[in-house]
């Protein structure tokens, strides 16, 4: 079974850092991707990687802040939030796909996280 399982979300104040993971099975995956959604508003793309590692993509909001990063021996994929905002308050999912043209839309990613809470105070 496919699964991806992230954690690492919770409640920080602004300026605060959080690292989120997503661990993943089932199968090979060529690309990653964090997503996130606040509530009444659209999925958002964050940030995505190639797992080879020869690509990454941010979104412009959290371009500078954010490091996305891969442990091969683990199969698990990071998100270093540093800097938070309250801005940066969502749900954030993590998603695979088997393509290498995954990028940033959400359409991309056949296979999604339960997503794991981030909640940044000011």
């Known amino acids: 079974q496919v699964q991806l399982v992230e954690s690492g979300g919770g409640l920080v104040q602004a300026g605060e850092s959080l690292r989120l993971s997503c661990a993943a099975s089932g199968r090979a995956f060529s690309t990653m991707g964090w997503f996130r959604q606040a509530p009444g508003k659209e999925r958002e793309f964050v940030a995505a990687?190639?797992?080879?590692?020869?690509?990454?993509y941010y979104a412009d909001s959290v371009k500078g802040r954010f490091t996305i990063s891969r442990e091969i021996a683990k199969n698990t994929v990071y998100l270093q939030m540093n800097s938070l905002k309250p801005e940066d308050t969502a749900v954030y999912y993590c998603a695979a796909d088997a393509s290498s043209a995954a990028d940033r839309r959400a359409n991309d990613y056949h296979y999604w996280g339960q997503g794991t809470q981030v909640t940044v105070s000011s």
């Open positions: 990687m190639r797992w080879s590692g020869s690509r990454t």
